[in-house]
């Protein structure tokens, strides 16, 4: 139950959402309150298209937007710069080789303010998940320093991004960018951006209707994921004439 315009309420240890058609419209998305991070409520969260994002100084806030920005990996589009930078090879990149590093990168403050939304708790939750083969992160290196990165969750066929962070001009570009070309190569259909924003229109993302998003994860997340540790297998640039 719930009042009129107000989200729903989650107790802690009894997974389960509602519909995510009765999100609330202002502020667009929002569907529930409370609940936990446990692994089993995390990933039926995403199967539903449902994430969490909330302040520490905040409960746990959970999520549907409509619409809801989303890449479909055939339709990558890498700009005339940063194709000419993939073409010189400036920094390794690597798959699932610190997750926990990728994330705290992603959590440090930031001059937009960006950030601060990875909780201690939230860290941990995401770090579990990690562990279960679930949540895996892309990393660029410059000879032994991260200086840039993100991560997600991968469920069948559909990649869920979480957050991104770069320490170093283009350095989270060229990881997105190894990141999309071989998911596209595994047959990966869907990478949800969650929310639409100039820098994920850059890379192609669009927006599309809650219902249609919810049927594609429907069709996706059933399908065999990938085995984890992730390892790539391809190289982007074969993508790029």
């Not at 009894?14 to 609330?24: C, I, K, N, S, T």
């Not at 960006?114 to 990690?130: F, K």
């Not at 989270?172 to 990966?188: C, D, E, N, Y």
Request: hydrophobic content about 40%; some cysteine; overall charge negative.
């Amino acid at each position: 139950m719930r009042e009129t315009g107000a989200p729903f309420l989650l107790e802690p240890g009894r997974p389960g959402f509602p519909d995510p058609e009765l999100a609330l419209e202002d502020p667009d998305g929002l569907l529930a309150i409370g609940g936990d991070l446990s692994p089993r409520r995390l990933l039926s969260g995403y199967r539903m298209g449902i994430f969490p994002w909330y302040s520490e100084e905040q409960p746990i806030l959970w999520w549907t937007p409509d619409p809801r920005a989303v890449l479909f990996p055939a339709d990558l589009k890498v700009s005339r710069s940063l194709r000419k930078a993939l073409r010189k090879h400036p920094f390794e990149v690597t798959l699932d080789r610190a997750f926990d590093a990728v994330i705290e990168g992603c959590a440090a403050p930031r001059g937009d303010g960006l950030g601060t939304w990875i909780t201690p708790e939230m860290n941990a939750a995401y770090h579990r998940l990690h562990e279960m083969g679930f949540a895996h992160s892309v990393e660029s290196w410059e000879a032994d320093e991260l200086i840039g990165g993100l991560y997600g969750i991968a469920i069948g066929r559909v990649f869920f991004g979480e957050s991104m962070f770069t320490r170093r001009t283009n350095a989270s570009k060229i990881a997105f960018v190894h990141l999309v070309r071989q998911l596209q190569a595994w047959g990966f259909e869907l990478i949800d951006c969650q929310v639409a924003s100039e820098h994920l229109a850059s890379f192609g993302a669009m927006d599309i209707p809650r219902r249609e998003f919810m049927s594609l994860l429907d069709d996706h997340c059933e399908r065999p994921g990938v085995p984890s540790p992730w390892h790539f297998d391809t190289d982007p640039t074969e993508f790029l004439w």
